[in-house]
């Protein structure tokens, strides 16, 4: 164990000791002030110089509603010795910033103060892209917010607030991946899915989709913010959000490819059709209303009773395990490979399975959350090699649809008796060329589209709890 006793703490003579779970402060003969600060909770840290001699930690702690929040403890020089030389505020400062970095390997016994000295952590780079008009305007200021954990957590930022549509997918297709770790991306979904766009128009696409990036929510829906900020166990704020990018590690999460035939894109939340799509795209108009809009224009969709007509295809699961897309045979091509689908136009493979006729609802969820307030595929995950498509047959009365709806944000639709969920790696979907689809936000045309998963094709950064 690592121990000091040349500290002050809340003018206490006290003893540090870096442990394997986090840092102890501890004061002889009061047991109350004898507190342990997960590095979890640790950001980093810095130190004084000249006549002040102080080790300042960096926390980011929870707070009983779930908020985390940035708080300061100061370390000072001991009255009882000639004072902390900075030596020993430098060895302190370099212990702290090892076990609080992410990319320690947390399964080794503790170092040696020797290992420790001898292996300087690495000041990362993220570049941030700011949407300033995503959701309500807000992205200049979210990052305002945030900075500061980067700041403390050792990591030096480069912004760029976006100037026009698809700007982030320019960025992504030119971003220098050897002078940064990590993409931020301010904004909603809509804008995450322009940087992986970006990504996947590049030649040496299979190495940029496996860079990682992070979401902080700053737009309408927030669904991979939400999904991320579930999967660490934390509420999905910006703060909690920066908090997962800072201290968080890459993630595999799953990518599909959705085609045409004539246009290839890639998706990592959903493609909607039917209701969803319409109340998607056409609850842009109410964009000052923020998260609200979906339910503002929810209420208005239900009410026109509408119905829509298609053909839904699909290859269903099986109990085998999916293998990740990197492991399967020559995966890095001009584009990735799509195994289990024909041309569009060619007829599907034998056993696949057909719906087809009236549909109300149609959500092909790769992630468990759509929005904030919308678990949709309560049992999918973020490399589970699978879609999770929400179905609801036939014309529906306003009771199922707002039974449906009330249900959504706890994930309890799926039990409702008119809501069927397929799960499959591959499908085909056949709607009129004039009906809308909304693919992971963005407006997607009617017609026939193809869609396979890639099993833990991207990145995203994350915790798992």
Not at 237 to 255: F, H, N, Q, V, W
Not at 290 to 301: C, H, L, N, P, Y
Not at 340 to 363: C, D, H, M, N, Q
Request: charged share 25%; proline share 5%; hydrophobic share 40%.
């Amino acid at each position: 164990m690592l121990t000091s006793s040349a500290f002050v703490y809340a003018r206490h003579a006290a003893t540090v000791s870096a442990e394997t779970d986090g840092l102890r402060i501890a004061v002889p003969g009061k047991p109350k002030m004898d507190t342990l600060f997960r590095w979890a909770d640790v950001l980093g840290a810095s130190a004084g110089d000249g006549t002040a001699m102080a080790l300042t930690l960096h926390l980011m702690e929870k707070h009983k509603n779930g908020k985390r929040r940035l708080r300061d403890v100061e370390l000072t020089q001991s009255q009882t010795s000639d004072g902390i030389h900075q030596q020993e505020v430098d060895k302190w400062l370099r212990i702290v910033e090892f076990f609080a970095s992410p990319l320690r390997d947390t399964s080794d016994a503790l170092p040696s103060i020797d290992l420790i000295m001898q292996t300087p952590p690495k000041q990362r780079k993220f570049m941030v892209l700011i949407n300033p008009v995503g959701g309500t305007g807000k992205g200049e200021k979210v990052f305002e917010k945030i900075l500061p954990i980067f700041t403390h957590a050792n990591i030096h930022v480069e912004r760029i607030v976006t100037e026009r549509a698809n700007h982030a997918v320019e960025i992504a297709e030119k971003l220098d991946l050897t002078a940064y770790d990590c993409v931020v991306v301010i904004g909603g979904d809509g804008f995450a899915y322009e940087v992986i766009q970006g990504f996947m128009k590049r030649s040496d696409w299979a190495d940029a989709i496996q860079f990682p990036f992070a979401v902080v929510p700053a737009g309408s829906g927030n669904g991979l913010a939400k999904t991320m900020a579930e999967a660490a166990a934390e509420l999905c704020t910006p703060e909690s959000s920066t908090y997962i990018a800072a201290k968080g590690r890459p993630l595999e999460l799953d990518l599909a490819s959705l085609r045409n035939a004539t246009h290839t894109s890639f998706i990592f939340l959903s493609l909607s059709w039917a209701f969803m799509a319409e109340v998607d795209i056409e609850s842009e108009k109410y964009r000052y209303l923020g998260s609200q809009r979906f339910t503002f224009a929810a209420i208005a969709k239900v009410m026109s009773s509408k119905s829509w007509s298609g053909k839904f295809s699909y290859l269903e699961a099986d109990e085998a395990d999916v293998p990740s897309y990197w492991s399967t045979d020559s995966p890095r091509g001009p584009r990735p490979h799509v195994a289990l689908l024909p041309a569009v136009g060619e007829e599907l493979p034998e056993g696949w399975k057909t719906i087809e006729g009236a549909f109300s609802l149609f959500w092909a969820m790769n992630v468990s959350h759509a929005a904030t307030d919308a678990h949709v595929a309560p049992h999918a995950q973020l490399n589970d090699g699978h879609l999770h498509v929400v179905l609801m047959e036939g014309k529906v009365s306003k009771g199922d649809y707002m039974g449906a709806l009330l249900g959504l944000e706890k994930g309890q639709h799926i039990e409702k008796p008119n809501v069927k969920v397929v799960k499959t790696r591959a499908f085909q979907l056949e709607t009129p060329e004039a009906d809308l689809l909304s693919a992971d936000g963005e407006r997607y045309g009617g017609g026939v589209c193809q869609v396979e998963v890639h099993r833990g094709m991207a990145r995203v950064m994350g915790i798992l709890k």
